[in-house]
T-cell receptor, first 112, second 118 residues
Framework: DAGITQSPRHKVTETGTPVTLRCHQT?????MYWYRQDPGHGLRLIHY???????DKGEVSDGYSVSRSKTEDFLLTLESATSSQTSVYFC???????????FGDGTRLSIL | AQSVTQLGSHVSVSEGALVLLRCNYS??????LFWYVQYPNQGLQLLLK??????LVKGINGFEAEFKKSETSFHLTKPSAHMSDAAEYFC????????????????FGQGTILTVHP
C-alpha cells in the first residue's frame, strides 16, 4: 500500500473554530489532493498540489485553504469551521498526472 | 469540463450472479477512466483503469470494464459475485488536455453500493 497517513483520523469540534488536517506521504509523489466525501455526492475535489508551494482550487474550495511547504506534507485548513463542513476527508497522491491516485484512510470530521 | 453519472445508487445481486455497475461519462477531451472500490471505514482502492489502447480492461478481484466511446460508457462487470464484493464502487474520470495538463484531477460519480445476498 502507498505510504499515506492522515491525521487525525477522527475529530469533533465546534462551529467557528479553526481545524487543520494533515496528509503525510512517504512516496515522494509530486501530486497531492484533498477530497471530501458526502452521501450522494461521491468524492469532490477541494484543493490539489502539483509541487511544493504549488497549489490550486478544486470544485468545492470555499472555506478551505491548503499549504504544502515540503513534498511529503499537505495541510488542509478550515479557518472557521461550519456545520456544512462535517464530512469525511480523504487525501490522495499520484506520481504523474493521469496516473491512478492512491488514497489515505480518511479523516472523519464532525462540526457541532 | 467533465462529469460522471453512475446509474443506480444501490445494486443487489445473489452470490454467483453477474455483477453490472453502470457508469457514463462526459468529457470534452479523451478521458482516462477509473473504477475504485471502498470498503467500510476505509479509503478508496483502485480496481482498474483505462487510459489508451485496449478498450476491455481487466482489474483486480475478477472485475473488468469496457470503454465504449460511442456510448460514453465504462461499465464494470464481474461474472460471478462473491460475498466479499459487497462494498461501494466509484467511477471516476480524468483528462489530459492537449498541450497542457489536468493535473490528474478526478471527477467522481455518486457511487453505487453493491449488496451480495447468499
Amino acid at each position: 500500500d502507498a505510504g499515506i497517513t492522515q491525521s487525525p483520523r477522527h475529530k469533533v469540534t465546534e462551529t467557528g473554530t479553526p481545524v487543520t488536517l494533515r496528509c503525510h506521504q512517504t512516496e515522494n509523489h509530486r501530486y497531492m489532493y484533498w477530497y471530501r466525501q458526502d452521501p450522494g455526492h461521491g468524492l469532490r475535489l477541494i484543493h490539489y498540489s502539483y509541487g511544493v508551494k504549488d497549489t490550486d482550487k478544486g470544485e468545492v474550495s470555499d472555506g478551505y485553504s491548503v499549504s504544502r511547504s515540503k513534498t511529503e506534507d499537505f495541510l488542509l485548513t478550515l479557518e472557521s469551521a461550519t456545520s456544512s463542513q462535517t464530512s469525511v476527508y480523504f487525501c490522495a497522491i499520484s506520481e504523474f498526472s493521469g496516473e491512478p491516485q492512491h488514497f489515505g484512510d480518511g479523516t472523519r470530521l464532525s462540526i457541532l | 469540463a467533465q462529469s460522471v453519472t453512475q446509474l443506480g445508487s444501490h445494486v443487489s445481486v445473489s452470490e454467483g450472479a453477474l455483477v453490472l455497475l453502470r457508469c457514463n461519462y462526459s468529457s470534452s477531451v479523451p478521458p482516462y477512466l477509473f473504477w475504485y472500490v471502498q470498503y467500510p471505514n476505509q479509503g478508496l482502492q483502485l480496481l482498474l483503469k483505462y487510459t489508451t489502447g485496449a478498450t476491455l480492461v481487466k482489474g483486480i478481484n475478477g472485475f473488468e470494464a469496457e470503454f465504449k466511446k460511442s456510448e460514453t460508457s465504462f461499465h464494470l462487470t464481474k461474472p460471478s459475485a462473491h460475498m466479499s464484493d459487497a462494498a461501494e464502487y466509484f467511477c471516476a474520470v480524468s483528462a489530459l488536455y492537449a498541450g497542457g495538463t489536468s493535473y490528474g484531477k478526478l471527477t467522481f460519480g455518486q457511487g453505487t453500493i453493491l449488496t451480495v445476498h447468499p
